[in-house]
């Protein structure tokens, strides 16, 4: 998350926000017609990517907002969000035409500790990636449920599996130890970006990425769990972005999301690569290709949530939720692209 410096406001103003309890509750939301091209001129195509929609998501609601982890279903018509304050809200996404258009059907709870409690400490609930590990295995009128991993990045990360299940989250089921050379990680640079891989040499290894931990080339420090085995990863750092997302496609290969925040001049950049499943191996340096860059003269803001999913055409969609650090000058943003046919085989 991007400290509030901008408003000389502390980042954490409550251990828990007040009215968050542990059953969920039906949550009524407004949605307003975002464009990214706001300040240029108006288009559908965005480098490599071509644009299917955003919403400015706004709710009544203390714990509504810094949505920092997304999973969307396979078809895109269910989404699950985890928030930076144990936070998370489950929805049906709308569409007219392939567009995004809004989402309905929402509900909002707590993540729950060991006792099934809220998660309590700003520290402690700070969650921060939501990815799917395998869905459930009897069938089930809700394609979200299945069991999880969250990342949480306060007190140096950790990795927690949990169970959603018709509308709930489960207490912990169990967690990962992150290797050594991912230890002492800074408070608030811990992992930010976990997927797992859908296809290539190493389909269902586990990738990760803390936000910042530079290594002795300045590039950022990761690791992939292949098997029982965890090695180290490394991305190739260009210009001031750090890791705020990652993402698998069907074939292995790895979206990378990223942001720069310059507090000196208040710019802020997001960006998006495409690294080939090829590149994926144990100790690799991997770089990629952007097929995103969008900086001050769009409207932008902190996109720290990332998911893949395929409409009904058969594209490729990304999906991307911003984290509004519960700031007034910031907004809740959900936008989709459609990834162009050409960058879903780069092997």
């Known amino acids: 998350m991007i400290v509030a410096a901008l408003s000389g406001l502390p980042l954490v103003l409550a251990d828990r926000i007040v009215g968050l309890d542990a059953a969920p509750a039906e949550l009524g939301i407004r949605a307003t017609k975002f464009n990214l091209r706001e ?5 559908t195509s965005f480098g490599k990517l071509e644009w299917r929609g955003g919403v400015i998501l706004s709710a009544n609601h203390s714990a509504f907002g810094g949505f920092s982890g997304l999973s969307l279903s396979a078809d895109g018509r269910r989404m699950l969000a985890v928030s930076d304050r144990g936070a998370w809200i489950s929805s049906s996404i709308d ?6 258009t809004g989402i309905s059907d929402v509900r909002i709870g707590a993540l729950l500790d060991d006792s099934g409690g809220p998660i309590a400490g700003v520290w402690e609930n700070d969650a ?3 990815v799917l590990m395998h869905p459930l295995a009897e069938e089930s009128a809700d394609p979200l449920n299945g069991h999880y991993l969250i990342s949480y990045e306060g007190y140096h990360g950790r990795l927690e599996e949990v169970s959603y ?5 489960s207490t912990p089921a169990g967690g990962w130890d992150l290797p050594d050379h991912l230890g002492n990680l800074e408070d608030n640079k811990g992992i930010e970006g976990v997927a797992f891989l859908r296809g290539g040499d190493h389909a269902d290894a586990m ?3 803390a936000e910042r931990k530079p290594d002795e080339q300045g590039d950022h420090t990761g690791m ?7 090695y180290p990863l490394f991305l190739k750092r260009r210009d001031a972005y750090d890791v705020t997302a990652l993402e698998s496609l069907a074939d292995g290969s790895l979206l990378v999301l990223e942001r720069s925040f310059v507090r000196s001049s208040l710019k802020l950049g997001i960006r998006l690569r495409l690294i080939a499943a090829s590149e994926i191996k144990a100790g690799a340096r991997l770089d990629g290709v952007v097929i995103l860059d969008a900086y001050g003269r769009y409207a932008i803001d ?8 395929r409409n009904e055409a058969g594209e490729t969609v990304i999906t991307l939720i911003s984290d509004d650090n519960f700031n007034f000058f910031q907004n809740t943003i959900l936008m989709q692209f459609a990834l162009r046919p050409a960058m879903t085989a780069i092997n």
């Not at 299940?165 to 989250?169: I, K, M």
């Not at 902190?302 to 999913?309: H, I, L, R």
């Open 95 to 100: 569409y007219e035409g392939g567009k995004l």
């Open 165 to 169: 299940r018709d509308g709930t989250f």
């Open 302 to 309: 902190n996109f720290e949530g990332m998911a893949v999913s």
């Open 128 to 130: 921060e990636a939501l």
């Open 224 to 230: 992939v769990a292949i098997g029982a085995k965890s």
């Open 39 to 43: 300040f240029v001129a108006p288009s």
């Open 207 to 209: 990738v990760a990425f």
